[in-house]
């Protein structure tokens, strides 16, 4: 079934391809939509993975923009990955990387080697203090001496000026780590701790931004809290204080797909399993701060299909418009077998009264179209 945009309803659950502007398929898995001013414009800004090749070649961050989260137009790559270092010397990368050391340059390509790097779930903040927009990715990939697709397990921090590019790399790091040679750190074990798999950023509203990160092997969701430009943690990972600079919160929990929001005073948490590209059942959680505690509060999802999130792993929750409860659960529908063609399933979150939250199984919505009697506060 394809389903025209311009119908200006959201596919919800149902299987239909999204295309931008140009009718080609929209390529923004692992997403985050955004609203930033750029020169006096506000617009949707829409970064994700592009799997335009499938897993690899891996083709780096894709961004596109929106007035109205219906029709989005193509902005393009707006972090590219290297086919060889000679691309050092193409005018593009001359520009991003031209002062850097070969050392350095050596260390940039094992990330952007686009034959052997992975980079999943961009997030990106824009920091008013320094006027630059950051990206953070899950850094991942086989690296000389390693085969293994997640075993680097790193953050990658970009910048530029501009939300659509091009970005520099600034690098790729291991963040906060429980400091317990004896703990129990997963399949990381202590050698790798600090590790870094699915992730996403948290902006409060007094422009403190959070890091929330799978580490431990998966085991355990790390909040850490980022530094005033955004681009590092707050306290470096050697000095910082568990409790205070970052938390270790669902334990031993298994959690991915982290998507954090804030509603009415309250922090919510939608995360998902581990279950590498099959969907499994969505959890969530509410807080009184974003580095927790956290109360779980169980699978939001309520209608057939729940026990796999409708087909869906979280990615991002978008305030559209908080006052009203506004508020669309943004989830990728992997395709394993055919990771290029991966679906995107946008939901309204419906509030109860009690702050409780639900996802129902919805097609082809928008928001004064709701088919049932689903309760919207605001
Ligand atoms: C699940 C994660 O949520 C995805 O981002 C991706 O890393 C897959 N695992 C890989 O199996």
Same mark, same amino acid.
């Given at each position: 079934?394809?389903?025209?945009?311009?119908?200006?309803?959201?596919?919800?659950?149902?299987? !239909?391809?999204?295309?931008?502007?140009?009718?080609?398929?929209?390529?923004?898995?692992?997403?985050?939509?955004?609203?930033?001013?750029?020169?006096?414009?506000?617009?949707?800004?829409?970064?994700?993975?592009?799997?335009?090749?499938?897993?690899?070649?891996?083709?780096?961050?894709?961004?596109?923009?929106?007035?109205?989260?219906?029709?989005?137009?193509?902005?393009?790559?707006?972090?590219?990955?290297?086919?060889? @270092?000679?691309?050092?010397?193409?005018?593009?990368?001359?520009?991003?990387?031209?002062?850097?050391?070969?050392?350095?340059?050596?260390?940039?390509?094992?990330?952007?080697?686009?034959?052997?790097?992975?980079?999943?779930?961009?997030?990106?903040?824009?920091?008013?203090?320094?006027?630059?927009?950051?990206?953070?990715?899950?850094?991942?990939?086989?690296?000389?001496?390693?085969?293994?697709?997640?075993?680097? !397990?790193?953050?990658?921090? !970009?910048?530029?000026?501009?939300?659509?590019?091009?970005? =520099?790399?600034?690098?790729?790091?291991?963040?906060?780590?429980?400091?317990?040679?004896?703990?129990?750190?997963?399949?990381?074990?202590?050698?790798? =701790?600090?590790?870094? =798999?699915?992730?996403?950023?948290?902006?409060?509203?007094?422009?403190?931004?959070?890091?929330?990160?799978?580490?431990?092997?998966?085991?355990? @969701?790390?909040?850490?809290?980022?530094?005033?430009?955004?681009?590092?943690?707050?306290?470096?990972?050697?000095?910082?204080?568990?409790?205070?600079?970052?938390? =270790?919160?669902?334990?031993?929990?298994?959690?991915? !797909?982290?998507?954090?929001?804030?509603?009415?005073?309250?922090?919510?948490?939608?995360?998902?399993?581990?279950?590498?590209?099959?969907?499994?059942?969505?959890?969530?959680?509410?807080?009184?701060?974003?580095?927790?505690?956290?109360?779980?509060?169980?699978?939001?999802?309520?209608?057939?299909?729940?026990?796999?999130?409708?087909?869906?792993?979280?990615?991002?929750?978008?305030?559209?418009?908080?006052?009203?409860?506004?508020?669309?659960?943004?989830?990728?529908? %992997?395709?394993?077998?055919?990771?290029?063609?991966?679906?995107?399933?946008?939901?309204?979150?419906?509030?109860?009264?009690?702050?409780?939250?639900?996802?129902?199984?919805?097609?082809? %919505?928008?928001?004064?179209?709701?088919?049932?009697?689903?309760?919207?506060?605001?």
């Amino acid at each position: 079934m394809k389903i025209n945009l311009k119908d200006e309803t959201f596919h919800g659950t149902a299987d !239909a391809p999204w295309y931008d502007t140009q009718g080609k398929p929209i390529q923004a898995h692992g997403g985050q939509v955004q609203r930033f001013t750029v020169d006096g414009r506000e617009k949707w800004y829409w970064i994700g993975e592009d799997k335009t090749y499938g897993y690899r070649p891996c083709g780096g961050i894709h961004m596109y923009s929106s007035d109205d989260l219906f029709h989005w137009k193509d902005e393009g790559i707006i972090l590219r990955t290297m086919q060889s @270092t000679d691309e050092f010397e193409d005018a593009y990368f001359q520009t991003l990387y031209g002062t850097c050391s070969s050392e350095e340059k050596e260390k940039i390509f094992v990330d952007l080697d686009q034959n052997n790097c992975v980079i999943e779930r961009p997030k990106m903040l824009y920091n008013e203090k320094t006027g630059k927009y950051v990206i953070w990715f899950h850094a991942d990939g086989r690296f000389p001496g390693c085969r293994g697709d997640y075993d680097k !397990a790193k953050a990658g921090v !970009a910048v530029c000026d501009s939300p659509t590019g091009a970005f =520099r790399l600034l690098g790729t790091y291991k963040l906060n780590y429980h400091d317990d040679p004896n703990g129990d750190y997963g399949f990381d074990g202590w050698e790798n =701790r600090g590790s870094v =798999r699915d992730m996403n950023l948290f902006l409060d509203t007094d422009q403190t931004a959070y890091i929330i990160y799978s580490s431990e092997g998966n085991r355990t @969701t790390f909040i850490s809290r980022l530094d005033d430009t955004y681009t590092a943690l707050a306290v470096p990972k050697e000095k910082a204080e568990e409790g205070v600079d970052f938390t =270790r919160n669902f334990i031993g929990g298994f959690r991915e !797909a982290h998507a954090m929001f804030l509603y009415r005073n309250k922090y919510y948490m939608i995360n998902s399993g581990c279950t590498a590209w099959s969907p499994n059942p969505a959890g969530y959680a509410v807080a009184d701060h974003p580095m927790g505690p956290w109360k779980d509060l169980g699978n939001p999802c309520v209608d057939e299909g729940k026990e796999t999130t409708y087909d869906s792993q979280s990615t991002c929750v978008i305030p559209v418009d908080a006052g009203r409860g506004r508020y669309i659960y943004m989830g990728d529908r %992997w395709r394993e077998d055919d990771l290029g063609n991966s679906g995107y399933i946008w939901l309204p979150i419906l509030f109860s009264p009690d702050g409780t939250i639900m996802l129902k199984k919805r097609e082809n %919505w928008n928001f004064t179209r709701f088919p049932d009697n689903a309760t919207i506060i605001g």
